[in-house]
């Protein structure tokens, strides 16, 4: 195949793994982009146990040629439908052939590539013309065309990494990633201390591209000798014993409020940033 039909921005799949109601309710359902009547179809994929299995079901289920994936506690701005739009018609030009879009990534060099707004991180990145090549693309938002016949490897467990996974794979089918301009926010909690998957997967992914490696994500960078994880470790520890916190900033209570705090640049301050952290991890 040498491109993609191009596809009808006004009937797009969004999909998420949800497994806090309210925080669904609070942020993806408070979107501006779903304010007036759409076409849109949301799959809402709740009890898989992995990203791959909720991702690859909802694959099966979608109606639509674009295929956007997202956190529960994604909020999507007013503009973000005609950015993406803007972007598929750069891409139609350029690279018809793309296979994996997302707000946030790394490229070859591990720079940063996207424009979000996090909580306790505040503004990352900043706004830049058209869609950049990346090598890894955060899990944020992760936007596929259905007919690429890109999957998820229902190999990887848990809901890690699967970002990366599917950045490799698709480099592997020849077909290159890219972060859009579409600005959107994460109204998240950032965990300092990360969970037992998040190791486990990490162990999974460094054995499956080994011969890829390193491989820079906007969480960790995997390496041959795991100095980035080996750090982490030592600070999760630290953290623990000594200061006895395991979250660094809780999500905003109201997805409204913090929507509106942004678009009237009043948002809270960054403490996080302040302190040093650069990781979007969660």
């Known amino acids: 195949m040498n491109g993609h039909k191009m596809a009808d921005i006004k009937k797009i799949t969004f999909v998420s793994a949800v497994n806090d109601q309210k925080v669904f309710e609070n942020n993806f359902q408070i979107s501006p982009i779903f304010a007036h009547a759409h076409a849109h179809q949301i799959l809402v994929q709740r009890g898989f146990p992995s990203a791959a299995e909720a991702y690859n079901d909802a694959i099966d289920k979608s109606v639509n040629e674009i295929i956007v994936f997202c956190h529960q506690d994604m909020i999507f701005p007013a503009d973000w439908l005609s950015n993406l739009q803007r972007s598929l018609q750069y891409l139609e030009r350029t690279d018809p052939n793309w296979g994996v879009l997302g707000c946030f990534g790394k490229n070859a060099d591990g720079a940063d590539r996207g424009h979000l707004y996090m909580v306790g991180m505040g503004t990352i990145g900043a706004a830049f013309d058209h869609p950049e090549p990346v090598r890894t693309l955060d899990e944020i938002v992760l936007i596929i065309n259905k007919s690429s016949g890109i999957r998820f490897d229902t190999g990887l467990p848990h809901y890690h990494f699967y970002g990366l996974d599917l950045c490799m794979q698709t480099a592997r089918l020849g077909k290159k990633c890219y972060a859009i301009p579409a600005f959107c926010i994460h109204n998240t909690q950032y965990n300092l201390v990360l969970p037992r998957e998040f190791y486990a ?32 470790r030592l600070r999760e520890f630290y953290l623990r014993k000594f200061e006895r916190r395991t979250v660094g900033t809780h999500r905003s209570q109201s997805g409204q409020q913090l929507l509106e705090q942004i678009e009237n640049n009043s948002q809270p301050e960054p403490y996080l940033a302040k302190r040093g952290e650069k990781q979007l991890c969660v």
């Open 201 to 232: 997967c990490y162990r999974l992914i460094k054995k499956r591209w080994k011969d890829q490696l390193p491989i820079q994500t906007t969480c960790v960078r995997v390496s041959i000798f795991d100095l980035d994880v080996k750090k982490r």
